[in-house]
Protein backbone atom coordinates (compact mmCIF):
# COMPACT_ATOMS: atom_id res chain seq x y z
CA UNK A 1 0.00 0.00 0.00
CA UNK A 2 2.70 2.16 0.79
CA UNK A 3 4.87 1.63 -2.39
CA UNK A 4 1.46 2.22 -4.36
CA UNK A 5 0.88 5.35 -2.88
CA UNK A 6 4.23 6.76 -3.70
CA UNK A 7 3.82 6.02 -6.77
CA UNK A 8 0.44 7.39 -7.85
CA UNK A 9 1.50 10.84 -5.44
CA UNK A 10 4.65 11.18 -7.40
CA UNK A 11 2.84 10.34 -10.66
CA UNK A 12 0.39 13.55 -9.73
CA UNK A 13 3.28 15.80 -9.09
CA UNK A 14 5.44 14.76 -12.25
CA UNK A 15 2.19 16.17 -14.19
CA UNK A 16 1.52 19.21 -12.30
CA UNK A 17 5.73 20.08 -11.95
CA UNK A 18 6.21 19.11 -15.29
CA UNK A 19 10.22 19.84 -15.11
CA UNK A 20 11.31 19.52 -11.39
CA UNK A 21 14.39 17.79 -11.73
CA UNK A 22 14.12 16.17 -7.71
CA UNK A 23 10.88 14.56 -8.80
CA UNK A 24 12.26 13.37 -11.87
CA UNK A 25 14.83 11.73 -10.25
CA UNK A 26 12.59 10.36 -7.35
CA UNK A 27 9.94 9.20 -9.89
CA UNK A 28 12.97 6.89 -11.97
CA UNK A 29 14.00 5.56 -8.58
CA UNK A 30 10.49 4.47 -7.78
CA UNK A 31 10.00 2.74 -11.12
CA UNK A 32 13.32 0.77 -10.86
CA UNK A 33 11.98 -0.34 -7.48
CA UNK A 34 8.54 -1.27 -8.77
CA UNK A 35 10.40 -2.71 -11.55
CA UNK A 36 13.66 -4.23 -10.47
CA UNK A 37 12.56 -5.86 -7.01
CA UNK A 38 9.42 -7.24 -8.18
CA UNK A 39 8.89 -10.54 -7.25
CA UNK A 40 6.17 -11.65 -9.27
CA UNK A 41 3.65 -10.37 -12.19
CA UNK A 42 2.14 -12.16 -15.74
CA UNK A 43 5.06 -12.77 -16.98
CA UNK A 44 7.61 -13.58 -14.61
CA UNK A 45 7.15 -17.28 -14.56
CA UNK A 46 7.96 -17.48 -18.54
CA UNK A 47 11.05 -15.35 -18.06
CA UNK A 48 11.95 -16.96 -14.78
CA UNK A 49 12.05 -20.28 -16.00
CA UNK A 50 13.94 -19.56 -19.21
CA UNK A 51 16.60 -17.50 -17.14
CA UNK A 52 16.96 -20.40 -15.11
CA UNK A 53 18.06 -22.82 -18.12
CA UNK A 54 19.69 -19.86 -20.25
CA UNK A 55 23.33 -21.26 -20.11
CA UNK A 56 21.29 -24.31 -22.09
CA UNK A 57 21.68 -24.19 -25.80
CA UNK A 58 18.32 -25.56 -26.55
CA UNK A 59 16.67 -21.97 -24.52
CA UNK A 60 18.80 -19.64 -26.61
CA UNK A 61 15.98 -19.18 -29.32
CA UNK A 62 13.71 -18.63 -27.01
CA UNK A 63 13.76 -15.32 -26.83
CA UNK A 64 15.33 -12.63 -29.39
CA UNK A 65 19.41 -12.84 -30.22
CA UNK A 66 20.28 -9.28 -28.19
CA UNK A 67 17.87 -9.99 -25.11
CA UNK A 68 19.25 -13.60 -24.80
CA UNK A 69 23.10 -12.53 -25.09
CA UNK A 70 22.03 -10.21 -21.94
CA UNK A 71 20.15 -12.69 -19.99
CA UNK A 72 23.31 -15.60 -20.60
CA UNK A 73 25.94 -12.56 -19.51
CA UNK A 74 24.20 -11.87 -16.39
CA UNK A 75 23.72 -15.92 -16.18
CA UNK A 76 27.30 -16.19 -16.35
CA UNK A 77 27.85 -13.28 -13.61
CA UNK A 78 26.21 -15.27 -11.17
CA UNK A 79 23.16 -13.26 -11.17
CA UNK A 80 19.69 -14.70 -10.09
CA UNK A 81 16.38 -13.57 -11.99
CA UNK A 82 15.47 -10.61 -9.67
CA UNK A 83 19.30 -9.36 -9.70
CA UNK A 84 18.86 -9.69 -13.45
CA UNK A 85 15.40 -7.79 -13.28
CA UNK A 86 17.21 -4.96 -11.47
CA UNK A 87 19.96 -4.60 -13.83
CA UNK A 88 17.49 -4.56 -17.01
CA UNK A 89 15.10 -2.24 -14.70
CA UNK A 90 17.93 0.54 -14.58
CA UNK A 91 19.07 -0.06 -18.46
CA UNK A 92 15.45 0.31 -19.16
CA UNK A 93 14.67 3.42 -17.04
CA UNK A 94 18.14 5.25 -18.45
CA UNK A 95 17.20 4.55 -21.82
CA UNK A 96 13.73 5.95 -21.08
CA UNK A 97 15.12 9.07 -19.69
CA UNK A 98 17.28 9.79 -22.59
CA UNK A 99 14.72 9.06 -25.07
CA UNK A 100 12.07 11.53 -23.43
CA UNK A 101 15.17 14.30 -23.02
CA UNK A 102 15.16 13.74 -26.96
CA UNK A 103 11.76 14.74 -27.66
CA UNK A 104 10.97 17.54 -24.79
CA UNK A 105 12.39 19.07 -21.40
CA UNK A 106 8.76 18.50 -19.66
CA UNK A 107 10.51 14.78 -18.36
CA UNK A 108 8.81 14.91 -15.14
CA UNK A 109 5.40 15.52 -17.35
CA UNK A 110 6.20 12.40 -19.19
CA UNK A 111 7.54 10.68 -16.68
CA UNK A 112 4.03 11.04 -14.40
CA UNK A 113 1.72 10.32 -17.57
CA UNK A 114 3.86 7.25 -18.60
CA UNK A 115 3.49 5.15 -14.75
CA UNK A 116 -0.04 5.93 -15.48
CA UNK A 117 -0.26 3.66 -18.09
CA UNK A 118 1.89 1.44 -19.69
CA UNK A 119 4.62 1.53 -17.38
CA UNK A 120 3.39 -0.87 -15.38
CA UNK A 121 2.44 -3.42 -18.24
CA UNK A 122 5.77 -2.97 -19.18
CA UNK A 123 7.41 -4.00 -15.72
CA UNK A 124 5.45 -7.58 -17.12
CA UNK A 125 6.45 -7.78 -20.61
CA UNK A 126 9.87 -6.23 -20.08
CA UNK A 127 11.31 -7.08 -23.77
CA UNK A 128 8.46 -5.29 -25.39
CA UNK A 129 8.47 -1.98 -23.13
CA UNK A 130 12.27 -1.12 -23.54
CA UNK A 131 12.06 -2.17 -27.32
CA UNK A 132 9.04 0.30 -27.43
CA UNK A 133 11.58 2.72 -26.34
CA UNK A 134 13.97 2.06 -29.03
CA UNK A 135 11.25 2.41 -31.69
CA UNK A 136 10.24 5.71 -30.27
CA UNK A 137 14.11 6.81 -30.29
CA UNK A 138 14.35 5.76 -33.70
CA UNK A 139 11.82 8.00 -34.92
CA UNK A 140 12.96 10.88 -33.39
CA UNK A 141 16.28 10.31 -35.88
CA UNK A 142 13.18 10.63 -39.05
CA UNK A 143 11.25 13.14 -37.60
CA UNK A 144 13.08 15.40 -36.01
CA UNK A 145 13.68 17.69 -39.04
CA UNK A 146 17.01 16.08 -39.66
CA UNK A 147 16.10 12.73 -41.10
CA UNK A 148 19.18 10.34 -40.53
CA UNK A 149 18.31 7.56 -42.02
CA UNK A 150 21.46 5.26 -40.71
CA UNK A 151 20.61 5.83 -37.55
CA UNK A 152 17.34 5.24 -38.00
CA UNK A 153 18.06 1.38 -38.67
CA UNK A 154 20.76 0.80 -36.50
CA UNK A 155 18.36 1.91 -33.80
CA UNK A 156 15.46 -1.01 -35.39
CA UNK A 157 17.37 -3.35 -35.90
CA UNK A 158 18.40 -3.31 -32.26
CA UNK A 159 14.74 -2.96 -31.34
CA UNK A 160 13.78 -6.27 -32.98
CA UNK A 161 16.88 -7.76 -31.67
CA UNK A 162 15.08 -7.33 -28.05
CA UNK A 163 11.45 -8.16 -29.35
CA UNK A 164 10.81 -9.21 -33.07
CA UNK A 165 7.16 -7.20 -33.36
CA UNK A 166 9.26 -3.84 -33.43
CA UNK A 167 10.12 -4.79 -37.06
CA UNK A 168 6.31 -4.00 -38.08
CA UNK A 169 6.75 -0.04 -37.05
CA UNK A 170 8.79 0.25 -39.91
CA UNK A 171 6.41 0.86 -41.88
CA UNK A 172 5.83 4.32 -41.26
CA UNK A 173 9.54 4.87 -43.05
CA UNK A 174 7.74 3.80 -45.81
CA UNK A 175 4.87 5.85 -45.37
CA UNK A 176 6.37 9.50 -45.18
CA UNK A 177 6.04 10.45 -48.75
CA UNK A 178 3.44 13.60 -49.05
CA UNK A 179 1.67 11.11 -51.71
CA UNK A 180 0.99 8.75 -49.05
CA UNK A 181 0.27 10.86 -46.21
CA UNK A 182 -2.74 12.76 -48.41
CA UNK A 183 -4.54 9.57 -48.67
CA UNK A 184 -3.06 7.98 -45.66
CA UNK A 185 -6.46 7.27 -43.88
CA UNK A 186 -7.78 5.43 -47.20
CA UNK A 187 -4.71 3.23 -47.79
CA UNK A 188 -4.57 1.90 -44.34
CA UNK A 189 -8.14 1.01 -44.43
CA UNK A 190 -7.37 -1.24 -47.67
CA UNK A 191 -4.55 -2.35 -45.78
CA UNK A 192 -6.44 -3.62 -42.99
CA UNK A 193 -9.07 -4.97 -45.39
CA UNK A 194 -6.03 -6.80 -47.65
CA UNK A 195 -4.47 -8.47 -44.17
CA UNK A 196 -7.73 -9.76 -43.23
CA UNK A 197 -7.69 -11.41 -46.60
CA UNK A 198 -4.16 -12.81 -46.61
CA UNK A 199 -4.60 -14.01 -42.70
CA UNK A 200 -8.00 -16.15 -43.31
CA UNK A 201 -6.91 -17.21 -46.95
CA UNK A 202 -3.70 -18.97 -44.88
CA UNK A 203 -1.52 -17.32 -46.90
CA UNK A 204 0.33 -14.93 -44.20
CA UNK A 205 1.05 -18.44 -42.44
CA UNK A 206 2.96 -20.08 -45.37
CA UNK A 207 4.83 -16.80 -45.63
CA UNK A 208 5.70 -16.22 -42.20
CA UNK A 209 6.85 -19.87 -41.39
CA UNK A 210 9.39 -20.00 -44.32
CA UNK A 211 11.46 -17.21 -42.00
CA UNK A 212 10.32 -18.16 -38.34
CA UNK A 213 9.71 -21.78 -36.52
CA UNK A 214 9.22 -20.60 -33.25
CA UNK A 215 5.48 -22.62 -32.44
CA UNK A 216 4.98 -18.81 -30.27
CA UNK A 217 5.09 -16.80 -33.11
CA UNK A 218 3.57 -18.85 -35.49
CA UNK A 219 0.41 -19.52 -33.67
CA UNK A 220 -0.50 -15.90 -33.79
CA UNK A 221 -0.47 -16.23 -37.81
CA UNK A 222 -2.49 -19.36 -37.85
CA UNK A 223 -6.22 -18.83 -39.65
CA UNK A 224 -8.74 -19.54 -37.26
CA UNK A 225 -6.60 -19.71 -33.98
CA UNK A 226 -7.93 -17.05 -32.23
CA UNK A 227 -10.73 -17.46 -29.85
CA UNK A 228 -10.15 -13.21 -28.63
CA UNK A 229 -13.70 -12.16 -26.68
CA UNK A 230 -15.47 -9.99 -28.81
CA UNK A 231 -14.98 -7.21 -26.22
CA UNK A 232 -12.24 -6.90 -26.18
CA UNK A 233 -11.50 -6.90 -29.67
CA UNK A 234 -13.56 -3.76 -29.99
CA UNK A 235 -12.12 -2.03 -27.30
CA UNK A 236 -8.79 -1.98 -28.97
CA UNK A 237 -10.65 -1.26 -32.31
CA UNK A 238 -12.08 2.15 -29.88
CA UNK A 239 -8.83 2.77 -28.29
CA UNK A 240 -6.97 2.75 -32.02
CA UNK A 241 -8.88 5.21 -33.36
CA UNK A 242 -9.06 7.27 -29.96
CA UNK A 243 -5.01 7.79 -29.94
CA UNK A 244 -5.82 8.95 -33.64
CA UNK A 245 -8.42 11.55 -31.86
CA UNK A 246 -5.58 12.30 -29.47
CA UNK A 247 -2.90 13.34 -31.67
CA UNK A 248 -4.96 15.10 -34.23
CA UNK A 249 -6.15 17.62 -31.26
CA UNK A 250 -2.60 18.52 -31.58
CA UNK A 251 -2.07 18.28 -35.33
CA UNK A 252 -5.11 21.02 -35.81
CA UNK A 253 -3.89 23.48 -32.95
CA UNK A 254 -0.56 23.38 -34.93
CA UNK A 255 -1.74 23.48 -37.80
CA UNK A 256 -3.56 26.77 -36.71
CA UNK A 257 -0.49 28.50 -34.81
CA UNK A 258 1.33 27.95 -38.20
CA UNK A 259 -1.02 29.73 -39.89
CA UNK A 260 -0.61 32.71 -37.17
CA UNK A 261 3.00 32.66 -37.84
CA UNK A 262 3.16 31.48 -33.93
CA UNK A 263 5.53 28.59 -32.38
CA UNK A 264 4.07 25.06 -33.50
CA UNK A 265 5.47 21.69 -32.90
CA UNK A 266 8.14 19.86 -34.76
CA UNK A 267 6.91 16.11 -33.93
CA UNK A 268 3.09 16.39 -34.54
CA UNK A 269 2.53 15.73 -38.16
CA UNK A 270 4.62 12.74 -38.55
CA UNK A 271 3.14 11.54 -35.00
CA UNK A 272 -0.63 12.11 -36.16
CA UNK A 273 0.02 10.09 -39.63
CA UNK A 274 2.16 7.51 -37.42
CA UNK A 275 -0.91 6.36 -35.50
CA UNK A 276 -3.06 6.32 -38.56
CA UNK A 277 -0.43 4.05 -39.57
CA UNK A 278 -1.30 2.02 -36.50
CA UNK A 279 -5.20 1.08 -37.94
CA UNK A 280 -2.93 -1.38 -40.08
CA UNK A 281 -2.75 -3.49 -36.54
CA UNK A 282 -6.38 -4.00 -36.14
CA UNK A 283 -6.49 -7.31 -37.94
CA UNK A 284 -4.11 -8.94 -34.94
CA UNK A 285 -6.64 -8.12 -32.43
CA UNK A 286 -8.56 -10.65 -33.95
CA UNK A 287 -5.54 -13.28 -33.50
CA UNK A 288 -4.15 -12.30 -30.00
CA UNK A 289 -4.51 -10.42 -26.83
CA UNK A 290 -0.81 -9.90 -27.51
CA UNK A 291 -1.57 -7.53 -30.09
CA UNK A 292 -2.62 -5.20 -27.73
CA UNK A 293 1.15 -4.20 -26.92
CA UNK A 294 1.28 -2.52 -30.51
CA UNK A 295 -1.24 -0.06 -28.81
CA UNK A 296 0.37 0.56 -25.63
CA UNK A 297 4.21 0.49 -27.43
CA UNK A 298 2.97 3.71 -29.24
CA UNK A 299 1.29 6.08 -25.97
CA UNK A 300 4.75 7.42 -25.30
CA UNK A 301 4.78 9.34 -28.20
CA UNK A 302 1.67 10.49 -27.60
CA UNK A 303 2.41 11.68 -24.29
CA UNK A 304 5.53 12.85 -25.31
CA UNK A 305 3.99 14.77 -28.21
CA UNK A 306 1.38 16.60 -25.30
CA UNK A 307 4.23 17.05 -22.98
CA UNK A 308 6.24 18.79 -25.88
CA UNK A 309 2.81 21.10 -26.37
CA UNK A 310 3.18 22.00 -22.86
CA UNK A 311 6.83 22.78 -23.20
CA UNK A 312 6.45 25.03 -26.56
CA UNK A 313 3.20 27.04 -24.49
CA UNK A 314 5.14 27.56 -21.48
CA UNK A 315 7.84 29.38 -24.48
CA UNK A 316 4.78 31.21 -26.15
CA UNK A 317 2.16 32.58 -23.95
CA UNK A 318 -0.16 33.00 -26.73
CA UNK A 319 -0.70 29.61 -26.80
CA UNK A 320 -2.23 29.22 -23.64
CA UNK A 321 -5.81 28.90 -24.29
CA UNK A 322 -8.60 26.65 -22.96
CA UNK A 323 -8.11 23.89 -25.38
CA UNK A 324 -4.64 23.07 -23.99
CA UNK A 325 -6.54 22.32 -20.68
CA UNK A 326 -9.13 20.35 -22.36
CA UNK A 327 -5.94 18.62 -24.64
CA UNK A 328 -4.70 17.55 -21.13
CA UNK A 329 -7.59 16.35 -19.27
CA UNK A 330 -8.63 14.36 -22.42
CA UNK A 331 -4.54 12.55 -22.38
CA UNK A 332 -5.56 11.93 -18.60
CA UNK A 333 -8.51 10.27 -18.93
CA UNK A 334 -7.32 8.49 -21.72
CA UNK A 335 -4.53 7.20 -20.09
CA UNK A 336 -6.76 6.26 -16.78
CA UNK A 337 -9.57 4.62 -19.01
CA UNK A 338 -6.35 2.51 -21.15
CA UNK A 339 -5.39 1.15 -17.21
CA UNK A 340 -8.60 0.44 -16.14
CA UNK A 341 -9.73 -1.81 -18.65
CA UNK A 342 -6.51 -3.24 -19.93
CA UNK A 343 -6.26 -4.33 -16.35
CA UNK A 344 -9.53 -5.91 -16.05
CA UNK A 345 -8.96 -10.37 -16.49
CA UNK A 346 -9.41 -11.88 -20.10
CA UNK A 347 -8.33 -15.29 -21.11
CA UNK A 348 -5.09 -16.09 -20.24
CA UNK A 349 -4.30 -12.62 -18.32
CA UNK A 350 -3.90 -10.98 -14.91
CA UNK A 351 -4.36 -8.15 -13.24
CA UNK A 352 -0.71 -6.69 -13.99
CA UNK A 353 -1.11 -2.90 -11.97
CA UNK A 354 -1.79 -4.64 -8.26
CA UNK A 355 0.56 -7.95 -8.86
CA UNK A 356 3.72 -5.46 -9.19
CA UNK A 357 2.51 -3.75 -6.00
CA UNK A 358 1.39 -6.61 -3.80
CA UNK A 359 4.73 -8.70 -4.76
CA UNK A 360 7.97 -6.78 -4.36
CA UNK A 361 10.85 -7.14 -2.09
CA UNK A 362 11.36 -4.51 -0.17
CA UNK A 363 7.74 -3.50 1.05
CA UNK A 364 5.90 -7.12 1.12
CA UNK A 365 6.83 -10.78 1.02
CA UNK A 366 7.01 -11.99 -2.08
CA UNK A 367 3.41 -13.67 -3.39
CA UNK A 368 4.51 -16.06 -5.53
CA UNK A 369 2.72 -18.97 -6.91
CA UNK A 370 4.51 -22.17 -7.29
CA UNK A 371 1.64 -24.10 -8.94
CA UNK A 372 2.26 -21.66 -12.22
CA UNK A 373 6.01 -22.27 -12.84
CA UNK A 374 8.96 -23.34 -10.75
CA UNK A 375 9.27 -19.96 -9.17
CA UNK A 376 12.43 -18.15 -7.52
CA UNK A 377 13.42 -18.78 -4.43
CA UNK A 378 15.46 -16.96 -2.50
Known amino acids: MILQFGYYLLSILGIIRKRSRILTVMMLFIMWIVFGLCTYNGDFGNYNWIYKNIQTPAYWLEFEPLFTALMLLCSKCGLNFIQFR ?9 LLYYTIGKYTNNKAEVLGYYMLFPFLYFSSVIRSGIASILVILAFHEIIARRNNK ?6 III ?40 FYSGVLYSFVSIFISSDRTLKWFMPGHSDQESRWIVYLIILDFMIIILSYLSYREN ?3 A ?9 TNDVYYINIGMLIFIPTF ?32 SLV ?19 YYANMPYKGTVNDRNLVFKNNMIFTEPQINEANYDGYSE
Open 259 to 267: IRNKTTNPF
Open 159 to 198: AVSIHLTSIFFIGYYFLRQKEIKKYSLIIMLGLVLLAFFL
Open 150 to 155: IRFWVI
Open 286 to 317: FVTNASSRFLWEILLLNILLFAKDDELRFKDT
Open 86 to 94: MVFGGLFLL
Open 255 to 257: KKN
Open 321 to 339: NKKYHKKNIILLGFLLFFS
